[in-house]
Antibody, heavy 121, light 113 residues
Framework: QVHLVQSGAEVKKPGASVKVSCKASGYTFTNYGLSWVRQAPGQGLEWMGWISGHNGNTFYSKKFQGRVTLTTDQSTAMAYMDLRSLGCDDTAIYFC??????????????WGQGTMVTVSS | DIVMTQSPDSLAVSLGERATINCKSSQSVLYRSNNKQYLAWFQQKPGQPPKLLIYWASTRESGVPDRFSGSGSGTDFTLTISSLQAEDVAVYYCQQYYINPFTFGPGTKVDIK
């Protein structure tokens, strides 16, 4: 059974960075990619980027390019989302989601439980 | 960016009745090389992550009840719940995964009448 378990809630000050982790289990990590999606309180879903579990290739939303870095550690089946220069509008729940196949354009078939990131002075 | 719109914003349907949600993309999400529609539907209940229901516009995800079906092509898509159950109360989102950035619709809230 596929499981994506994310790290716990974070509280950050404006201008800081946050790193959220996503531990994958129940499948072969290198056969899939992972996308990151966020959801501001009471709002809709926003895709941030994708990373290959096979070779670490990345594909970022233009909105977040330059401010977000996605990485993986194949040895531990972990994925990480690093977001810099946080502003109050980055307050959101951040999700990792497994993507079918090894290209960005695939179905998001399993999701982590989400990590709440609060940015406040 | 491809803009996804959904209608209605919310709907209330009696138990056992049909619920229909529409989704429109600002440009086609059909990739002609493989004839696939890069369109998915998700269900999200309060306090939970989204759950994949439908992908490639009409392929039901494993384990999803067959009362959920997806249809459409090009720019116009529909999610149908053929016989609404109490556990279907949720917000439903469509998403295109054809062009960066992959964008979601604003969501449709489904409730029991």
């Amino acid at each position: 059974q596929v499981h994506l378990v994310q790290s716990g809630a974070e509280v950050k000050k404006p201008g800081a960075s946050v790193k959220v982790s996503c531990k994958a289990s129940g499948y072969t990590f290198t056969n899939y990619g992972l996308s990151w999606v966020r959801q501001a309180p009471g709002q809709g879903l926003e895709w941030m980027g994708w990373i290959s579990g096979h070779n670490g290739n990345t594909f970022y939303s233009k909105k977040f390019q330059g401010r977000v870095t996605l990485t993986t550690d194949q040895s531990t089946a972990m994925a990480y989302m690093d977001l810099r220069s946080l502003g109050c509008d980055d307050t959101a729940i951040y999700f990792c989601a497994r993507v079918e196949g090894l290209v960005p354009a695939g179905a998001f078939d399993s999701w982590g439980q989400g990590t709440m990131v609060t940015v406040s002075s | 960016d491809i803009v996804m719109t959904q209608s209605p914003d919310s709907l209330a349907v009696s138990l056992g009745e049909r619920a229909t949600i529409n989704c429109k993309s600002s440009q086609s999400v059909l990739y002609r090389s493989n004839n696939k529609q890069y369109l998915a539907w998700f269900q999200q209940k309060p306090g939970q992550p989204p759950k994949l229901l439908i992908y490639w516009a009409s392929t039901r995800e494993s384990g999803v009840p067959d009362r959920f079906s997806g249809s459409g092509s090009g720019t116009d898509f529909t999610l149908t719940i053929s016989s609404l159950q109490a556990e279907d109360v949720a917000v439903y989102y469509c998403q295109q995964y054809y062009i960066n950035p992959f964008t979601f619709g604003p969501g449709t809230k489904v409730d029991i009448k």
